[in-house]
């Protein structure tokens, strides 16, 4: 589940961790996907075949995560059209939102006038 994603890159990052090696699924996929594309992360890539592939990750020090918000929860989704999308701590973070054309930040979907699931906010 991207939760345990976000909390294991903080960690490592507070840790100061060159990389991070995790287990590869499609939602954390496109979550890293997105935050390498927004300059939290500096590269990823996805290594191995099928049953036991992983995700290895490599921070970028000069921005590091600061703060996470999680807004979507097992237990309660948030979701919202893209009218309601509010900048992040004025525009320094990003918010992630899950769309049906898949997982993009805030801004992006606003640009393709799309709601969705309003997954997390990262500064």
Do not use: C
Not at 20 to 29: E, F, N, P, S, V
């Amino acid at each position: 589940m991207y939760i345990d994603l976000l909390i294991k890159i903080k960690n490592a990052e507070a840790a100061r961790k060159d990389s991070l090696k995790i287990r590869h699924t499609q939602m954390d996929a496109a979550v890293v996907d997105v935050l390498a594309r927004h300059g939290f992360l500096k590269k990823y890539e996805v290594k191995g075949r099928l049953p036991k592939r992983v995700i290895e990750i490599d921070f970028n020090l000069e921005r590091p995560i600061l703060g996470i918000k999680l807004l979507s929860r097992p237990s309660r989704r948030l979701y919202a059209g893209y009218k309601d999308f509010k900048t992040v701590k004025s525009g320094y973070g990003i918010l992630v939102v899950s769309t049906p054309q898949g997982v993009m930040s805030g801004v992006e979907a606003k640009k393709k006038k799309i709601g969705g699931q309003l997954l997390f906010e990262i500064w």
